[in-house]
């Protein structure tokens, strides 16, 4: 069945950086593309980023642009997802997700990974 | 920018009722639109994809229609088990992009 387990939750404090994990298995990875998602406690999901595992190909929501990277290792058939520069407002869960096809919706999605950030 | 526009924000009805929720997109977005069942402390889960396809397994008292701007999302039958939030979302692929809407909390009466 398909899955994607993240890893777990992390503490920064101001102005580090987070890199989040997110394994996939159960289908053809480099078939479907993988993004990011946030929700801050109370909030609607914002999305992040979109990357193709077929040739990295990405899209950054312009609100992250310069703060965020996603990679994928098609090796191990896991995405990154890593943000710089932290405020106290990045404090959210980030969500991995598989979406249809390329770029179609979101279908199957991690666990979750809460990031707090606090000095 | 496209802007998703939810309504209500938030809604109270008893078992067996017909739900309604609406979203509005500030331009033509075609069929492209999700709708997603979020409980609490969980991943959203996709119940509706092109306006209105219902994902494999979601139970048929759920349905979506719409295109273009305005879009609808009903439960014909309220049952206990579909106390959630719900998000409608927007996604494009030239390039790929997704947007949410503010969501709507459904609550039983």
């Known amino acids: 069945q398909v899955q994607l387990v993240q890893s777990g939750a992390e503490v920064r404090k101001p102005g580090a950086s987070v890199k989040v994990s997110c394994k996939a298995s159960g289908y053809s990875f480099t078939s479907h593309g993988i993004t990011w998602v946030r929700q801050a406690p109370g909030q609607a999901p914002e999305w992040m980023g979109w990357i193709s595992t077929y040739n990295g190909v990405r899209n950054y929501a312009q609100s992250f642009q310069g703060r965020v990277t996603l990679t994928t290792d098609t090796s191990t058939t896991t995405a990154y997802m890593d943000l710089r520069s932290l405020r106290s407002d990045d404090t959210a869960i980030y969500y991995c997700?598989?979406?249809?096809?390329?770029?179609?919706?979101?279908?199957?999605w991690g666990q979750g990974t809460l990031v707090t950030v606090s000095s | 920018d496209i802007q998703m526009t939810q309504s209500p924000s938030s809604l109270s009805a008893s078992v067996g009722d017909r739900v309604t929720i609406t979203c509005q997109a500030s331009?033509?977005?075609?069929?492209?639109l999700s709708w997603y069942q979020q409980k609490p402390g969980k991943a959203p889960n996709l119940l509706i994809y092109?306006?209105?396809y219902l994902e494999t397994g979601v139970p048929s008292r759920f349905s979506g229609s719409g295109s273009g701007t305005d879009f609808t999302f009903t439960i014909s039958s309220l049952q206990p088990e579909d106390i959630a939030t719900y998000y409608c979302q927007h996604y494009d692929n030239l390039p790929p992009i997704y947007t949410f809407g503010q969501g709507t909390k459904l609550e039983i009466k």
């Open positions: 092109d306006a209105s």
């Open positions: 997700a598989r979406v249809q096809g390329t770029s179609g919706p979101p279908d199957y």
């Open positions: 331009q033509d977005i075609e069929y492209r």
